[in-house]
């Protein structure tokens, strides 16, 4: 039975959306893309690369699979460790609007999302890895199947713009089982998911 990881990028107030370019998604009227890419540095891509090594198969949203598809194809060296990865390990679309994937190693989810990658979970071996794809990610938070958050949080906040956990998310307890920070200010935590919250009180004892 296949594990399920998220890796996101996320600004201090939450934001996950348009990352790594200006034109990288601008629905709602987002105008911050590409907010990552001044804390490049080469902790940030030794981790990602590192990151990248365990996958056995990786699952994918419309947007992230679209941008994704135009761009690591043409990644030809061998070694570099992402590039060949993403072209050479199968790749798991899901969506409602695609009606065939072309990017090679690549299969399109039919119906239901969390339906289809529950059952995927279990004839997959391995590690099947989320990359971006924060539609996705949310619709399977709501059904415990991510196993491991993998959270880059960015010193810097966006006021806007869509983020990973929205109102009405499940609740859930995470357990930190790695941190690291990089020179850029990056702080990158591992969480394994740990059930549902427990609650307390500081309230005094009535005498």
């Known amino acids: 039975m ?5 890796t996101e990028f996320l600004s201090l107030d939450g934001v996950v959306q348009a ?7 601008t629905s709602g009227g987002f105008e911050y893309g590409g907010w990552l890419v001044p804390y490049a540095d080469e902790d940030m891509m ?6 990248f090594e365990t996958a056995t198969g990786f699952l994918l949203g419309r947007r992230t699979y679209e941008i994704f598809a ?3 194809p043409q990644v ?13 390990l199968p790749k798991y679309v899901a969506s409602t609007t695609l009606d065939r994937v072309e990017w090679q190693n690549s ?3 039919e119906g239901d999302a969390a339906r289809a990658v529950a059952e995927l979970k279990e004839r997959h071996e ?3 890895q989320i990359h971006g794809s924060g539609t996705l990610a949310r619709s399977l938070m709501a059904h415990d199947l991510i196993d491991e958050f993998r959270l880059w949080v960015y010193p810097v906040v966006l006021g806007t713009g869509r983020r990973l956990f929205e109102d009405g998310a499940v609740p859930s307890a995470l357990r930190l089982t790695d941190s690291r920070t990089t020179g850029a200010g990056v702080a990158v935590l591992s969480y394994e998911l740990a059930g549902r919250p427990t609650f307390g009180t500081f309230e005094l004892d009535e005498q």
């Open 2 to 6: 296949a594990t399920v990881s998220l």
């Open 19 to 25: 990352p790594g370019g200006p034109d990288e998604d």
């Open 46 to 51: 030794r981790i990602v690369a590192e990151r």
């Open 70 to 72: 135009a761009y690591w």
């Open 76 to 88: 030809t060296d061998p070694a570099d460790p992402v590039a060949s990865r993403l072209n050479g």
């Open 107 to 109: 299969t399109l989810l």
């Open 126 to 128: 391995g590690e099947l």
